[in-house]
């Protein structure tokens, strides 16, 4: 950016007018620009976060970093595996019908019988008799499926989709882990802008405030000036509390879409999108120096501004690749692509397996067995050997019958149904965010623009203060609206990677 030269009046002394040009002029330390582009990385001792539950103190963590730390921590997925594994489990059982099922019984049983009779005959002296039977007996058995008509084979590939289902699930929860805590950290990246705009507005209003007593000193500025700055000073104090206060919220919702309650301090690396540079203040004061008077040997005191802010252009290697994607590709990708769509969809195939498990439950089921048995008592033993082929029918009833496959046919139309809705849904999600991100590629750019221009009036508005042309309203106010643009342009970036990571995320992209 040019230097934009201080304006001057004829009756201001050449000597004053020597000394002020030679002056720094006073500039924005605060430094910002958004590459597309990676930039190079820094050199960094600390090892790369992989699935890592833990944030180390005084250690940067990048995005890929917080996402990691998540995925590792959040019971959500937790959850959804656990229900991933518990689907699979079910196809195990829903195969077990295959399986030959074995039976095995014995016992042992003991049995003692008396008789008794009365007299009246030769043989009978109306006595009693009794007898002890006691025998072991051992059973064994073999039952197994030959063929149910494709019942058995209706409810396998039922829990197989959902199985698949609960994959879908448990994808679809991964990427609303990522997406959070994109959000949780753009913001943060955002108030700490904000927070840096606000430490540079005290530095600025306290160097404004150190000119504009110096210049009251030596009779050149009023005590209301004096009492203006205080008052901008303090404002801008105060703001910058909030905007720490919001950073601290901000590092908070973090954790939380982190799910680490316990986390110590930690900064943050800038995004390829969302790329700023933070600068050291410098050193600023305000000296009294003395010039020369014209046309004379005689001195004169004046305030002049010796020393500021270094100045750094907010936007230098400002770069601007917005996403291109035709809309009616996005949408496409994103039937493709979303897992819960996915997952609704193996839902359908599921109920359909169900109905066809349903109608196949009322034919006959064929079958083989084999059994041993062996019993032996007190006298004898023996044992037995049985092999055959059974054909069972069911028990019908034709008003379960009925309501049974009707109940199927509303589960798999439901199915349908919501298979329709979401498809429609996404259409017009996928429209809804394109246009927001599409709106902001166009905004960002007259963003900058406005920027640079609050920047250049900020300049010509402390020149002017300075030689006693403008007043100090006059620099307050250019001062306010460049600290306004440039928090307008970090909330168009924010908004921007948010509108960038919702439309992503309406196509299942993460």
């Known amino acids: 950016m040019k230097r934009i030269p201080f304006l001057t009046k004829k009756s201001i002394s050449a000597a004053l007018l020597l000394s002020i040009m030679s002056c720094q002029l006073f500039s924005c330390a605060y430094g910002f620009s958004i590459p597309f582009k990676k930039n190079k990385p820094k050199t960094n001792t600390q090892p790369a976060v992989q699935m890592k539950a833990e944030v180390n103190k005084d250690v940067e963590y990048s995005l890929e970093d917080c996402i990691n730390i998540a995925l590792a921590n959040d019971p959500n997925i937790k959850v959804a595996k656990t229900q991933k594994d518990i689907a699979n489990s079910q196809v195990g059982l829903a195969k077990s019908d295959y399986f030959p099922n074995l039976t095995i019984g014995n016992g042992f049983t003991s049995q003692h019988n008396k008789n008794s009779g009365r007299g009246g005959g030769f043989y009978n002296q109306g006595g009693s008799t009794s007898s002890d039977n006691n025998y072991y007996q051992l059973n064994l058995g073999v039952n197994q499926l030959i063929w149910d008509f494709g019942s058995t084979v209706a409810r396998i590939n039922m829990q197989k989709y959902n199985r698949e289902s609960a994959g879908y699930d448990l994808e679809n929860t991964i990427l609303n882990t990522v997406y959070n805590v994109k959000m949780a950290y753009f913001e943060a990246l955002a108030a700490l802008a904000n ?186 033993s023996n044992t037995g050997f049985n092999v055959g082929v059974t054909i069972n029918f069911p028990t019908l009833n034709f008003m379960d019958m009925k309501y049974s496959i009707a109940q199927g046919n509303s589960y798999l139309q439901m199915a349908e149904e919501n298979i329709d809705l979401s498809k429609k849904n996404i259409h017009f999600e996928v429209k809804n965010n394109y246009i927001n991100m599409v709106v902001l590629q166009k905004k960002i750019p007259l963003m900058a623009q406005k920027v640079q221009q609050t920047l250049e009036n900020f300049e010509l508005a402390d020149g002017r203060y300075t030689v006693g042309l403008g007043n100090f309203i006059e620099l307050q106010q250019a001062q306010t609206n460049y600290n306004n643009a440039q928090l307008s342009f970090v909330q168009a970036v924010f908004e921007y990677n948010v509108a960038k990571e919702q439309f992503q995320k309406s196509m299942g992209v993460r």
């Open 195 to 380: 927070q840096d705009v606000y430490e540079r507005s005290v530095r600025i209003n306290k160097l404004n405030y150190e000119r504009t007593n110096a210049l009251f000193q030596e009779g050149l500025k009023s005590k209301i000036d004096v009492v203006n700055a205080q008052v901008y000073l303090t404002d801008a104090e105060i703001s910058l509390i909030n905007a720490q206060g919001q950073y601290q919220n901000a590092i908070v919702n973090l954790n939380n879409a982190m799910y680490y309650p316990d986390a110590p301090e930690y900064t943050l690396k800038n995004t390829e999108s969302f790329n700023f540079q933070r600068t050291k203040p410098q050193k600023t004061e305000v000296n009294v120096s003395t010039v020369k008077k014209s046309g004379s040997t005689d001195y004169e005191q004046t305030a002049i501004l010796t020393s500021g802010i270094e100045k750094q252009d907010i936007l230098q290697n400002y770069k601007f690749q917005p996403l291109v994607m035709p809309v009616n590709d996005a949408i496409q990708k994103a039937y493709e692509n979303r897992p819960d769509l996915k997952s609704l969809l193996m839902v359908e195939r599921a109920q359909k397996e169900s109905l066809k498990a349903i109608k196949r439950s009322y034919l006959p089921v064929i079958g083989a067995n084999a059994g041993y048995n062996y019993r032996k008592n007190s006298d004898v």
